[in-house]
């Protein structure tokens, strides 16, 4: 079974980020899977920063760890990445000449294997500019593996058509002379040769940050506040893009405050409203979180994790908030979290978060972590029989009812009450973010705070009997369980499959829809298990503290990441 990794390297600026799209959406649009990690430093320009893109013919969910070939769009790659080539892997670089060496570079060796290609000077004499040099080196790179340039040059032409025919024309020309250049020079193609595809299936390739808005748009969103915060951003940017075509409303707000305080007037006012951020941004909404709760208006927040407190690492992955999300915010009050593993789960994670916050007018939280907002994954095209957008308002029920009959916060046996969006015919709609009556009219009341207290939170029953099981991977009974949640899916996975090829006994259970905790689905899916194992990217063991809470389930080991990069499946041995 193909699977290789091409690794794309160089500075910030170099165009890494347009390269390694390409590189990924050709390949699967020739019937490969591919996963795109983006491995960056928080610079606008200059670091080093690389794209692992794996490649496969069965969906990969995780980097492998080692790279097969690597195209390196400056010298310092070539040395930075030699401990992370497998054994016979090919670097393709500009000559050593060619380019001043940057600041901190130091010239040593190369590894063998290193094809040199002249692509400054390509670039200048097919494109009339240096700023190609990362399209010589794609078609470069893929004369190495022995794949066609077809759909390659397809996207060459997608992407720049809006510039015009001479920079279409430019851009095909410098990735057939990179592609030229290594047939006459270096003859056949290397141990990462990637065959022609016979068969072609309709596959999507997107990040997990586009899953998210495409599934808020699948859902009815109709209004988005935000601020930009990394990795959240990219959210906020798809749904700018597609105001004119699906007609939600984007509103850069001048903080998350604001913009958590303009989600709740949109709910309040019956529209399906969201935001998202990454941690701290979400410590600014955490009071909104709360009049959210009390006033019982469901708004679904996507809370992008990312490592460190205060500004820490802002381009890099961590799941160190899972307690903060299921905790934030002032006293007691029922919410759901989800934490989806892959950008597939993603898409339908939001529109359960949108449809249970909606049915229980509570906040819904989605966990993500730059691992799964920026990778690009292969997903099949979506199934919208499992999509809904539902009503959340009850206007039509109470269509014709007498005046003045309608009660807010009205007292029911499973803790929803009506809702009414405002300006109903001949009731009063208000919403009311201290401790109130049924009405909605603030109280002081003991015995009132106890009744209304006690009424929300009867929504937790319910609430956590909607929930999905989580998944378990495979189906089998095993003696070893792996304890995951986000996007450790792929790397547990992949774990996995590798241990049960060394016929050792092990499972996967992956949870992703977290809050309320399905208690009794997690306590029947390890009963029989012999020793479980948590894997997550924080360094306290938050899963496993609330699998112990929960369940009073103790995992006997827990495997913890949290120097900012993610977790590698193909590494892990049973050993």
């Known amino acids: 079974m193909t699977d290789v990794t091409l690794t794309i390297a160089g500075q910030a600026g170099q165009g890494i980020d347009t390269a390694s799209e390409l590189l990924?959406?050709?390949?699967?649009?020739?019937?490969?899977?591919?996963?795109?990690?983006?491995?960056?430093?928080?610079?606008?320009?200059?670091?080093?920063?690389?794209t692992a893109v794996r490649v496969s013919g069965r969906p990969v969910y995780s980097e492998a760890g080692k790279f097969n070939a690597l195209l390196a769009l400056d010298e310092l790659s070539v040395n930075e990445h030699r401990g992370d080539m497998v054994e016979g892997g090919v670097v393709v670089a500009s000559p050593a000449g060619e380019r001043r060496m940057s600041n901190g570079e130091q010239r040593a060796e190369a590894p063998t294997g290193v094809f040199r290609v002249p692509m400054a000077e390509i670039a200048e004499k097919r494109g009339g500019t240096k700023t190609m040099v990362n399209v010589v080196g794609l078609g470069a790179l893929l004369a190495l593996t022995g794949h066609p340039l077809d759909e390659l040059q397809r996207l060459l032409k997608e992407r720049f058509r809006v510039k015009g025919d001479a920079v279409v024309r430019q851009n095909i020309e410098c990735c057939r002379a990179g592609a030229d250049y290594v047939r006459e020079k270096y003859g056949g193609t290397c141990a990462c040769a990637l065959p022609k595809q016979v068969g072609r299936a309709k596959r999507l390739l997107l990040t997990g940050n586009h899953a998210i808005a495409l599934g808020a748009l699948a859902s009815g969103v109709r209004f988005y506040a935000g601020y930009p915060m990394s990795p959240s951003t990219s959210i906020m940017e798809y749904l700018a893009a597609k105001q004119a075509d699906a007609g939600p409303v984007m509103e850069q707000a001048e903080d998350e405050i604001a913009a958590i305080n303009m989600v709740l007037g949109a709910s309040y006012a019956g529209a399906r409203a969201m935001?998202?951020?990454?941690?701290?941004?979400?410590?600014?909404?955490?009071?909104?979180?709360?009049?959210?709760?009390?006033?019982?208006?469901?708004?679904v927040i996507v809370l992008a994790m990312r490592p460190g407190p205060a500004t820490g690492f802002p381009t890099r992955t961590e799941q160190a908030e899972l307690l903060f999300a299921i905790s934030a915010s002032q006293d007691e009050f029922p919410r759901f979290v989800f934490a989806p593993g892959t950008a597939e789960e993603a898409f339908y994670a939001t529109n359960r978060a949108f449809e249970?916050?909606?049915?229980?007018?509570?906040?819904?939280?989605?966990?993500?972590?730059?691992?799964?907002?920026?990778?690009?994954?292969?997903?099949?095209?979506?199934?919208?029989?499992?999509?809904?957008?539902?009503?959340?308002?009850?206007?039509?029920?109470?269509?014709?009812?007498?005046?003045?009959?309608?009660?807010?916060?009205?007292?029911?046996?499973d803790g929803v009450s009506p809702r009414l969006g405002p300006g109903f015919p001949g009731q009063l709609v208000h919403a009311l973010g201290a401790e109130h009556d049924e009405d909605g009219f603030q109280t002081e009341d003991a015995g009132t705070r106890v009744r209304m207290h006690e009424k929300r939170m009867r929504k937790l029953p319910r609430m956590a009997e909607s929930l999905d099981a989580p998944t378990c991977y495979p189906e089998e009974t095993a003696e070893c369980a792996v304890v995951c949640f986000g996007s450790t899916y792929g790397a547990a996975r992949e774990a996995v499959d590798i241990l049960r090829a060394e016929r050792a006994s092990v499972a996967m259970l992956h949870l992703c829809e977290l809050w309320p905790f399905p208690r009794e689905r997690v306590m029947a899916r390890l009963s029989g298990v012999r020793k479980v194992i948590t894997v997550e990217g924080n360094s306290t063991g938050q899963l496993a503290a609330l699998l112990r809470r929960e369940t009073g389930i103790k995992a006997e080991e827990q495997v913890l990441k949290y120097d900012g990069r993610p977790f590698v499946g193909q590494t892990w041995r049973s050993s």
């Open 356 to 413: 249970l916050a909606g049915r229980f007018q509570v906040p819904a939280i989605v966990l993500s972590d730059q691992q799964l907002s920026d990778s690009f994954w292969t997903v099949p095209a979506f199934n919208f029989a499992r999509v809904t957008a539902s009503e959340d308002l009850d206007e039509q029920t109470w269509q014709g009812k007498p005046a003045n009959t309608y009660k807010r916060y009205a007292v029911t046996e």
């Open 24 to 50: 990924a959406r050709a390949l699967v649009r020739s019937g490969y899977y591919a996963f795109a990690y983006p491995d960056l430093m928080s610079r606008i320009r200059g670091g080093h920063n690389f």
């Open 275 to 299: 935001t998202a951020t990454s941690g701290g941004g979400f410590s600014l909404m955490v009071e909104g979180l709360g009049m959210a709760a009390m006033a019982e208006l469901p708004v």
